[in-house]
């Protein structure tokens, strides 16, 4: 499967509850910023002292920029290659630019979707095996498909989001390894889900309770799991082999977003797996 050879996150300094953009926000549930920080905090350590911290790397914050904590949301890098995206609704346009001159700044060949297509990066693409799943339609256009074959030369999945509430393909999808994917049925269209069960691996429909706690937000290497705690589907997994550690981001599911959310993955597959450095770790 596709790994992740390293992470990128920036924390919730000036993270804000202020404007509602998807049906998880409601501006008059109280909201902390510290309790934030510290649950975000609690994730960077848990990736540090499971993976080291040679594989966390952290943006810093821009005043301004409210939900720059959920980094990826404007680009999906592999292999030492970035495509960025406009998003869909304007309070979050200007976090592409900042996390954009970072990412060249730490060695990514970057490519710019066409003006006027929105694509919301991280949040709507998943690698599995070799293939990026790619979810549209309420964030991001149907369209980027071609831009992502194009720009990284690898297969796509592209699974129409059918919900409101499950807006980004990270809210519903989650390959766990090459032969297990979990998914929330609900987020998808008959079709979607017909395509999904005609997959060649074991399949976990998640409950609608699960799908609620943001169960596929997680993120997954080598068999460990971060993910939210409480979910059901952890039960399920420790049998078969994986090693869950459970963490609190209740706050940051006030904004529709949880632990896949706040953590940008630079993928690496096959042979550049083994063998190639992006060109700023060169040396
Ligand atoms: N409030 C943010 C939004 O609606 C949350 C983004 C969550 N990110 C994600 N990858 N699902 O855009």
Not at 110 to 127: L, W
Not at 193 to 212: G, L, R
Not at 216 to 244: K, S, Y
């Amino acid at each position: 499967m596709a790994r992740a050879r390293e992470i990128f996150l920036c924390p919730p300094t000036h993270v804000e509850l202020t404007y509602s953009i998807n049906p998880w926000m409601d501006t008059s549930a109280p909201f902390s910023r510290d309790v934030a920080m510290k649950q975000w905090e609690g994730l960077v350590e848990a990736y540090s002292d499971v993976f080291g911290s040679r594989w966390v790397h952290v943006c810093p914050p821009q005043e301004g920029l409210t939900e720059v904590c959920f980094f990826g949301d404007s680009v999906f890098l592999c292999e030492g290659k970035a495509l960025f995206g406009e998003f869909r609704h304007p309070e979050r346009a200007a976090e592409r630019p900042y996390v954009q001159s970072f990412l060249e700044q730490q060695g990514f060949a970057s490519r710019n979707v066409p003006e006027g297509v929105t694509f919301e990066g991280a949040g709507e693409t998943v690698m599995w095996r070799d293939k990026i799943v790619f979810g549209f339609g309420k964030r991001s256009d149907e369209v980027v498909r071609h831009f992502l074959r194009q720009a990284f030369g690898h297969d796509t999945i592209d699974l129409e989001m059918e919900d409101e509430a499950f807006y980004h393909l990270d809210t519903a999808f989650l390959p766990l390894a090459d032969d297990l994917i979990a998914y929330y049925p609900g987020a998808f269209g008959p079709i979607d889900n017909a395509t999904i069960e005609s997959f060649d691996c074991d399949k976990i429909k998640i409950s609608e309770e699960d799908a609620h706690r943001f169960a596929c937000n997680a993120i997954v290497r080598d068999h460990v799991i971060f993910g939210t705690q409480g979910c059901d589907l952890w039960d399920e997994l420790r049998p078969l082999g994986f090693e869950v550690i459970e963490l609190d981001v209740s706050e940051f599911l006030k904004l529709g977003g949880g632990i896949k959310c706040l953590t940008l993955q630079h993928y690496v597959t096959g042979s550049w797996r083994s063998t190639t450095r992006r060109p700023a770790l060169e040396g």
